[in-house]
């Protein structure tokens, strides 16, 4: 967890000077989100180092410059009728001559969207999806001694209608440098796993990823150390190779733990890797990760198990913003949002439907959690994202009408990005205990929109055959399954009949159903070793008893926790009013509904309604 005395006191340090005088090994990561400089809209140059900017506007990020705008009509309803637009951010910093020796790292945890970077003029390059995290190496293109280098960043998110929610516009998620040695561990570059838990011990399986950039060959050890809360290291483990320059090792080692404590719902325990690099006696790089000892699985016949204990899961689907204050979301506030999740009886989160911020995931793992981690909501062909309000527009095909929405998207960048954009999810994200499943889409297969099939009513032969479905979901669930097979992969589903029947259902290893309750008893005796799970529900009582007395069913995600920003009605609305808490985090009655469901302690609450007004 990135601890908010920390985040305050690098402020300090940053506005002093951007970077201290210490070697890579006292210093590996330093947040770099204070004194930017901002423009709202495009310009000719601002690449350039020398470029004017000083009438620009001063800010630290997370910045969302979408929130700040006005809300009007010309606007699209399904971003909540506020504007995008191109914006520029430069940032400035001077690097002394003693770390000419060192490699820097600059990562972005999320920019919305079409980001492209410069390094004193060089260009490193451009990141569509404007929710994935990413980097690059700053080191060729660096200057040392009294000048000045220059980041400079594009965002380009003039396209405004190209989601089904609010999406935020800017450098909204936080920025991270890492000064390294040549040889270092690699970023995302350690994954941990526990293959092996009985109640007197557990395995717990190590393997790193190193780059050597030096020009020498050189003997290289790994000392890896697994420390318990109270900060007592109770196992380690070591491994040694002689190491060739320009190449990559992974080391791999298994580490056995003592009398695990075991990371669970109602205690979220966790330890700490500290990973050691060492050329001898020289410490090359340092790394400490955050991860949890627990075992799970999904029964077809029993449902869901988190350490050998059955457990149903109790979820709901939250989106990237909050309400006023857009996508820049502190973490205090996700811990808030969280805590009222709590409160409700809720012990799972959906990240609907994209890769979350990394202090969204930090926050599952301490509070415990369990969480469905989601990585699209279209492929290769876009969705409808509606301009005047949802579902106000017209579709008579292929003939030119014009129509009230937009299916512009991530599927402008899906067939080069996919496999990029899924694997990095993974590896920025496999070490959160709190991660059950993997999901590689929401609501693909929706009837006709983008998809369509000759065998049903309403076919719309423009679009594209839905068996292609198919094969992409294989992709997908491959490109997972090559950096993290520990956990199954899912999707979210919405018309279940047709994905049986083109095989998309088959693919997966626990079948999402999206308000497809009706189809569970039914397809629990046609496929007898499913393993499903409702990835999208409504609040019905009816929805909750088809999980609660049904075994095989291990749990439900709402839709959805908490009010959001877009997929919104006719203007001057501007947000989506499906949630248990109101954009304002202020509980609605249907929260102490859910309460009475979904906890054991004794409660009462008394609402009423105007009946003129249902």
Partial sequence: MRKSFTISLLSIILFITFFPQVSAQDLRQQLIDFDWSFHLGDLMGASNPGYDDSNWRKLNLPHDWSVEGEFGYDNASGTGYLPGGIGWYRKEFVLSDNLKDKQFIIQFDGVYENSEVWINGNYLGKRPFGFISFYYDLTPYLKFGEKENIIAVRVDNSNVADSRWYTGSGIYRHVWLFTKNKIHIQNWGTAVTTPKINENSADVRIVSSVANNADQNTNLKLLSKIIDEAGNIISKGTSEIKFQPDTEYEFDQTIEVSNPKLWSIEN???????????????????????????????????????????????????????????????????????????????????????????????????????????????????????????????????????????????????????????????????????????????????????????????????????????????????????????????????????????????????????????????????????????????????????????????????????????????????????????????????????????????????????????
């Avoid at 808030?336 to 890769?355: F, Q």
């Avoid at 669930?477 to 279940?496: F, G, H």
């Avoid at 088959?506 to 309750?517: F, I, K, M, P, S």
């Avoid at 799970?533 to 049904?550: K, P, T, Y």
Wanted: glycine share 8%; net charge negative; with cysteine.
């Fill in 268 to 614: 979220p325990y966790q330890y700490t890797l500290v990973n050691e690099l060492y050329d001898g006696t020289l410490l090359l790089d340092k790394e400490e990760i955050k991860f949890g000892i627990r075992s799970f699985q999904f029964d077809a016949v029993k449902g869901f198990f988190l350490n050998g204990e059955n457990l149903k899961i109790k979820g709901v689907c939250l989106h990237n913003d909050a309400g006023a204050l857009g996508s820049a979301v502190p973490e205090r506030e996700w811990r808030r949002r969280l805590e009222l999740m709590k409160e409700m009886g809720a012990n799972g989160i959906r990240t609907s439907h994209n890769p979350p911020s990394p202090e969204l995931l930090d926050l599952c793992d301490e509070m415990g959690f369990i969480v469905m981690d989601e990585a699209f909501d279209e492929w290769e062909v876009g969705k409808k994202k509606w301009i005047k309000g949802r579902n106000v527009g017209f579709d008579k095909g292929a003939s030119g009408v014009e129509m009230y929405y937009s299916q512009r998207g991530y599927s402008d960048f899906f067939t080069e990005w996919a496999k990029r954009d899924i694997q990095d999810m993974v590896r920025r994200d496999r070490n959160h205990p709190s991660i059950i499943l993997w999901s590689i889409g929401n609501e693909i297969d929706y009837p006709n929109d983008p998809y369509s099939d000759p065998s049903r009513d309403n076919y719309k032969p423009w679009r594209p055959p839905a068996y292609k479905l198919t094969e992409i979901a294989r992709n997908l669930s491959d490109y997972i399954k090559e950096i993290d097979t520990t956990r199954p992969v899912t999707a979210a589903l919405a018309n279940i009949p047709l994905s049986n029947e083109i095989g998309y259902s088959a693919v997966l290893d626990v079948v999402g159903y999206n308000y497809q309750e009706k189809f569970y008893a039914n397809d629990r005796k046609e496929f007898p070793d499913r393993k499903m799970i409702g990835s999208e529900n409504g609040d019905a009582l009816e929805a909750w008893l088809a999980v609660r007395d049904n075994d095989y069913m291990p749990g439900q995600f709402l839709w959805t926790g908490i009010d959001y920003l877009g997929e919104a009605g006719e203007f001057p609305n501007r947000s989506n009013a499906a949630g248990l808490v109101d954009i304002n985090d202020f509980k609605k009655p249907i929260f102490y509904y859910r309460q009475s469901l979904w906890t054991d302690k004794p409660m009462v609450y008394i609402a009423s309604i105007d009946p003129e007004k249902q």
